[in-house]
């Protein structure tokens, strides 16, 4: 019971780094920068604060795994029940297919994201900050993070639908 109790907690402390990070950045840090003026520090920070974050955001969706995974089996959920035809027929089963093809979506867009787009943005801002060019990988990260963040809270919102039952 106690393993199960330190990975609950730990799911939820991750997933609130994960999202609140991510709430930071779209709430917080650029719509400050806006007000600056200054692209080229703009970018700069963004840069710099996304790479910070991006290491704190692949642990935590790591460990968002790692202690899914644990609190399945916590449930008697393991790879019996995981291969058989009923649970995918439940309710359970939807919710629980819907979530991991959004968390399958969310890692491969945050990849893109994190180790494509972000830094085509960073290095456009960098040595072209008002260029057409700069502007659309900007838009484009900027879109692709707010989408990963929309992934973020419907996945949340389908992990207390997996425990409490869905509405």
């Known amino acids: 019971m106690t393993l199960y109790i330190l990975s609950v907690w730990l799911h939820i402390v991750a997933a609130t780094v994960w999202i609140g990070g991510m709430l930071f950045l779209v709430l917080v840090l650029i719509p400050a920068l ?27 969706l790591l460990l968002l795994v790692m202690t899914g995974l644990i609190n399945l089996v916590k449930r008697g959920i393991g790879w019996t029940a995981l291969t058989s035809p009923e649970l995918w027929r439940s309710e359970f089963g939807h919710i629980l297919g819907i979530k991991l093809s959004l968390v399958a979506l969310t890692f491969l867009l945050s990849a893109v994201h994190d180790f494509l ?10 040595l072209e900050p008002g260029s057409p060019e700069a502007q659309r990988l900007r838009r484009q990260a900027a879109w692709m993070g707010r989408f990963n963040l929309l992934m ?16």
């Not at 787009?117 to 960098?126: H, L, S, Y």
């Open 34 to 60: 806006r007000g600056l003026g200054n692209r080229g520090l703009a970018a700069t920070l963004v840069h710099h604060v996304g790479v910070r974050f991006r290491s704190v955001g692949w642990l935590s």
């Open 117 to 126: 787009i972000g830094p085509k943005a960073t290095k456009a801002g960098r």
């Open 152 to 167: 973020g809270l419907i996945i949340a919102a389908l992990g207390v639908m997996l425990v409490r039952g869905a509405p």
